[in-house]
C-alpha cells in the first residue's frame, strides 16, 4: 500500500463487477487502476462511470477521475488486486499479473465458481490467491452504466490486507465480510448459480423467468441434485439468505401465488437484470457453464457419482451457442427429463 490513507487497488478486468466494486471504492476515495478491454475502455473515456442501485445509489465518476489502462502499467505496486475477468480468462489474466506486479500481491477474485483462486495460484504461485464472492446482480444498462439489481453483502477468504480495507469497502456502502474458509460461502453462491443456465435458456429476465413455476422446478431439481453432490462430498454450503439451502428446492416447487409472499425477498430484483450467463450468450461469448455445472459433474465424478441434470443442461447451454432456440420451461423440463 503505497499511502495508507488512500488504499491503491488495480481492476483487472474491468466489466460489471470490476466497474462496479472498482467505482464504489474510487467513489469513497480509493486509488484505483483499472486494466479493460476496448470495449469498455471506449465507454469509460466517453462516459465515465455511472452507478446505481436498488437503494437509491446514485453515484457518477467522470473519465477524468478515471485511471484506464489497456494494459497493467509498469511499476504499479497496488495494495489489492480485483480480479474480475469470466473465469475462461483467468489463467491468461493471472499470467499478465504475474508478469507485471510483485510477489505477495493479493489477488482477490470476485468470481463465479469454486475453483478461480486455485486456477490462479497454480498459474501464479508467487501471488496471494483469496477466493470471494459478489452475491448480487450488476446488470450494465449502457455505456458505463451500472445497475446493482438485487441485495447482498461481499464475502472473501480472511487476509490481513483485506481486513485493513473493510472500511473502505464499507465507506463504499460495499460491505465486506471476512471468512476463516470461504468454500462454504462459494458451494452457496454455486447453488444459486444454478439458475444462471435456466436463466440464459429461458431468454427472460431473471424475475420474470423466477415467476413461472415450470423455471423454477427446473432450478429446484438441479439444486437437488446438487445438494446430494454436496453431502456426498461431506460439504455443507453455508447459508446465504433467510432459506437454509436444504430447503431452497421445496420453496422452488410451491405454487407462484404461494412463491410470491413466501420469496419476497428473493424476488426483490429489477425487472431487467439477467443473469451474467444470459449476458454472455446475448453479446455471443463463452459462458461459465464449465466453472458452474461442471464443478459439480466433478465433485460428483470424484466421489464416484454422476450429476446428470448438471450435465444435460451443460449441453443444453452449449448449444445455444450455435443459435439453439430459447427453451420454454415445458421444453426445458422435458429435455432434462423432469416431466
Ligand atoms: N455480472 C454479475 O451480475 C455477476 C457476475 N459475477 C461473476 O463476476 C465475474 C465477472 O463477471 P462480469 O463482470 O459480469 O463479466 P464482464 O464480462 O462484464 O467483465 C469482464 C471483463 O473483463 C475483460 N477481460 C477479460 N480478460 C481480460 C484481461 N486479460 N485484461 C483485461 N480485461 C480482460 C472482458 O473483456 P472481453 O469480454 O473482451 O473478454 C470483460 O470486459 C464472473 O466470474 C461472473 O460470473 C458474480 C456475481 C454477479
Ligand atoms: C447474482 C447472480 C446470482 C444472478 O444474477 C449471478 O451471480 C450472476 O448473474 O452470475
Not at 432459506?243 to 422452488?252: E, G, N, T, Y
Amino acid at each position: 500500500m503505497n499511502d495508507s490513507s488512500r488504499p491503491s487497488i488495480l481492476v483487472m478486468g474491468t466489466g460489471s463487477v470490476g466497474g462496479f466494486v472498482g467505482g464504489g471504492l474510487a467513489a469513497a476515495g480509493a486509488d484505483l487502476s483499472f486494466v479493460a478491454r476496448p470495449r469498455m475502455l471506449g465507454a469509460l473515456r466517453q462516459h465515465g462511470l455511472h452507478l446505481t442501485d436498488l437503494d437509491g445509489r446514485d453515484t457518477r465518476l467522470a473519465p477524468s477521475v478515471l485511471q484506464l489502462h489497456t494494459h497493467i502499467p509498469e511499476g504499479l505496486q497496488p495494495a489489492l488486486v480485483l480480479l474480475c475477468v469470466k473465469s475462461g480468462a483467468t489463467a491468461e489474466a493471472a499470467g499478465e499479473l504475474a508478469r507485471m506486479l510483485p510477489a505477495g500481491t493479493p489477488v482477490l477474485s470476485l468470481q463465479n465458481g469454486i475453483g478461480n483462486a486455485a486456477l490462479g495460484a497454480r498459474v501464479a504461485p508467487e501471488l496471494v490467491w483469496l477466493p470471494g464472492m459478489v452475491p448480487y446482480n450488476i446488470a450494465e444498462l449502457g455505456p458505463g452504466r451500472l445497475h446493482r439489481g438485487t441485495a447482498g453483502q461481499l464475502a472473501a477468504q480472511r487476509h490481513l490486507v483485506l481486513e485493513a480495507l473493510v472500511p473502505t469497502f464499507e465507506q463504499a456502502g460495499l460491505p465486506l465480510r471476512l471468512h476463516d474458509d470461504l468454500a462454504p460461502v462459494q458451494w452457496a453462491k454455486l447453488l444459486m448459480n444454478l439458475n444462471n443456465p435456466v436463466n440464459a435458456l429461458s431468454g427472460l429476465p431473471l424475475r420474470a423467468q423466477l415467476l413461472d413455476r415450470g423455471y423454477r422446478r427446473v432450478l429446484a431439481a438441479l439444486q437437488q441434485e446438487a445438494l446430494g453432490v454436496l453431502a456426498a462430498a461431506g460439504i455443507e454450503p453455508a447459508q446465504l439468505g433467510p432459506v437454509p439451502p436444504a430447503r431452497m428446492p421445496a420453496l422452488l416447487r410451491l405454487p407462484t401465488a404461494v412463491f410470491r409472499l413466501l420469496a419476497a425477498r428473493m424476488l426483490r430484483i429489477d425487472d431487467k437484470a439477467r443473469s451474467s450467463m444470459a449476458d454472455d450468450v446475448a453479446l455471443g461469448k463463452p459462458t461459465e457453464i464449465d466453472a458452474i455445472c461442471g464443478a459439480v459433474v466433478e465433485l460428483a465424478q470424484s466421489k464416484g457419482g454422476q450429476a446428470p441434470l448438471a450435465a444435460g443442461i451443460t449441453t443444453l447451454v452449449k448449444g445455444l451457442g450455435s443459435g439453439a432456440p430459447v427453451q420454454s420451461s415445458r421444453e426445458l423440463l422435458r429435455a432434462l427429463g423432469l416431466t
